[in-house]
């Protein structure tokens, strides 16, 4: 729950950097807020109606401290007038060459990234736009071919451009930082942001994806829930071994053990701790509900 609560805040902060007017990022406004811009409002609008989510490129102009304390203003130029946006320090930052999560201290000047964000986001009618709301940022994003949009049940974007074949080695994450191992099966229906290098000469052209980031909202503040009703609806398995022993739950290859009165638990090994400590109230086990996200 800290961590989101911390993410929650630092958004808070972020919007309160907008000053004087501003605008939705819909079509009209991002043709208007840049008058040299490559992308007509037709093909904007194509965008928008394949994903909840648009793009911008470019390559890092200046990065610079702001007012707010853990808040970072990042100037991009490229073809469309360039574009300002605020980076908090738990603001997702994926560097395309490694797929691995980055901080804004190592973006650097001259650095090509990919800014993503929702097509609503207020966005400030200054030379060049400031964009306070950004979902996502991609950094070195000319080392690899990189992709937003909504995949269908059969992993085809919208525009039937691209198909997923999600592989054993595709790194599946969303923006909760889930701790359950994601699959193909939650890709479905869902915007997301796509890493891949290869695909075949056919229509839709298809690709195994080194990387996916489910696009989305972030997770809601942890509480406490009922462990057996909660982990069964989750579809695990709970088993009780002894106030001495951890509890264990187990689905799909993944096991969670959990110690009573204890907030860490571990996910397949992996010790991580929860907002609540699993406690025994009136005779029925309760656990912080972020272990299930």
Same mark, same amino acid.
């Given at each position: 729950?800290?961590?989101?609560?911390?993410?929650?805040?630092? &958004?808070? $902060? *972020? &919007?309160?950097?907008?000053?004087?007017?501003?605008?939705?990022? @819909? #079509?009209?406004?991002? %043709?208007?807020?840049?008058?040299?811009?490559?992308?007509?409002?037709?093909?904007?609008?194509?965008?928008?109606?394949?994903?909840?989510?648009?793009? !911008?490129?470019?390559? /890092? +102009?200046?990065?610079? +401290?702001?007012?707010?304390?853990? /808040?970072?203003? *990042?100037? $991009?130029?490229?073809? $469309?007038?360039?574009?300002?946006?605020?980076? +908090?320090?738990?603001?997702? %930052? *994926?560097?395309?060459?490694?797929?691995?999560?980055?901080?804004?201290?190592?973006?650097?000047?001259?650095?090509?990234?990919? /800014?993503?964000?929702?097509?609503?986001?207020?966005?400030?009618?200054?030379?060049?736009?400031?964009?306070?709301?950004?979902?996502?940022?991609?950094? @070195?994003?000319?080392?690899?071919?990189?992709?937003?949009?909504?995949?269908?049940?059969?992993?085809?974007?919208?525009?039937?451009?691209? !198909?997923?074949?999600?592989?054993?080695?595709?790194?599946?994450?969303?923006?909760?930082?889930?701790?359950?191992?994601?699959?193909?099966?939650?890709?479905?229906?869902?915007?997301?942001?796509?890493?891949?290098?290869?695909?075949?000469?056919?229509?839709?052209?298809?690709?195994?994806?080194?990387?996916?980031?489910?696009?989305?909202?972030?997770?809601?503040?942890?509480?406490?829930?009922?462990?057996?009703?909660?982990?069964?609806?989750?579809?695990?398995?709970?088993?009780?071994?002894?106030?001495?022993?951890?509890?264990?739950?187990?689905?799909?290859?993944?096991?969670?053990?959990? &110690?009573? #009165?204890?907030?860490?638990?571990?996910?397949?090994? /992996?010790?991580?701790?929860?907002?609540?400590?699993?406690?025994?109230?009136?005779?029925? &086990?309760?656990?912080?509900?972020?272990?299930?996200?």
């Amino acid at each position: 729950m800290k961590k989101n609560l911390t993410k929650v805040m630092a &958004m808070g $902060m *972020v &919007m309160t950097i907008l000053a004087g007017t501003t605008a939705f990022a @819909n #079509d009209t406004m991002l %043709i208007a807020a840049n008058p040299n811009a490559d992308k007509t409002i037709e093909s904007v609008q194509a965008e928008a109606e394949a994903s909840m989510y648009l793009t !911008q490129n470019g390559t /890092v +102009a200046s990065i610079e +401290a702001s007012e707010t304390e853990g /808040v970072s203003i *990042v100037t $991009m130029d490229n073809e $469309m007038g360039g574009l300002r946006f605020a980076v +908090a320090s738990n603001t997702i %930052i *994926v560097d395309r060459a490694t797929g691995s999560y980055v901080t804004v201290n190592e973006l650097t000047e001259g650095m090509a990234v990919s /800014v993503v964000y929702d097509m609503n986001s207020p966005m400030g009618m200054s030379l060049p736009p400031f964009l306070g709301n950004v979902a996502a940022v991609v950094a @070195n994003a000319d080392a690899g071919s990189v992709t937003v949009g909504k995949f269908d049940k059969d992993l085809t974007d919208m525009k039937n451009m691209l !198909q997923l074949n999600i592989g054993d080695e595709t790194s599946i994450q969303n923006m909760q930082g889930s701790r359950i191992r994601l699959s193909a099966e939650d890709v479905k229906g869902q915007d997301a942001l796509v890493f891949y290098d290869f695909t075949t000469r056919s229509i839709p052209a298809q690709t195994t994806p080194s990387f996916v980031l489910i696009l989305g909202e972030q997770a809601a503040p942890a509480v406490s829930v009922p462990l057996r009703e909660t982990a069964e609806a989750n579809g695990f398995s709970v088993k009780w071994q002894g106030k001495a022993k951890p509890i264990l739950l187990e689905k799909d290859g993944v096991s969670m053990q959990l &110690m009573l #009165d204890d907030a860490t638990f571990k996910v397949n090994g /992996v010790e991580d701790e929860a907002a609540f400590a699993t406690e025994l109230k009136d005779g029925v &086990m309760f656990v912080s509900s972020e272990i299930f996200e």
